[in-house]
């Protein structure tokens, strides 16, 4: 069992920054990926990154070259930088646990105002 918790959304203008932080409660060490998911009102839950154990990222074509995710094994944290922010990536923004078992975190929101 594992609880991730997702802070760091808020509101922020096109063109912006913003920072995610997912903390988890054990070691995510353990996990053979961690993800960063969103969704937007009405559409279904996508992919925004995802790092492997041994830290290989990798991203849409949607926001390659603006997303970075990292993860901080020492400090159970995985990160996902946010740049250049755009209206169309307003959603919640979810983490995600992936190993023989797959966790989720409870989401935190982005907002993109253009």
């Known amino acids: 069992q594992v609880q991730l918790v997702e802070s760091g959304g808020g509101l922020v203008q096109a063109g912006g920054s913003l920072r995610l932080s997912c903390a988890a409660s054990r070691s995510i060490f353990s996990f053979n990926a961690m993800g960063w998911y969103r969704q937007a009102p009405g559409k279904p839950r996508e992919l925004v990154a995802i790092i492997s154990s041994g830290g290989s990222a990798n991203y849409p074509e949607s926001v390659k070259g603006r997303f970075t995710i990292s993860r901080d094994n020492a400090e159970n944290t995985v990160y996902l930088q946010m740049n250049s922010l755009k209206p169309e990536d307003t959603a919640v923004y979810y983490c995600?646990?992936?190993?023989?078992?797959?966790?989720w975190g409870q989401g935190t929101q982005v907002t993109v105002s253009s």
């Open positions: 995600k646990a992936l190993g023989f078992r797959d966790y």
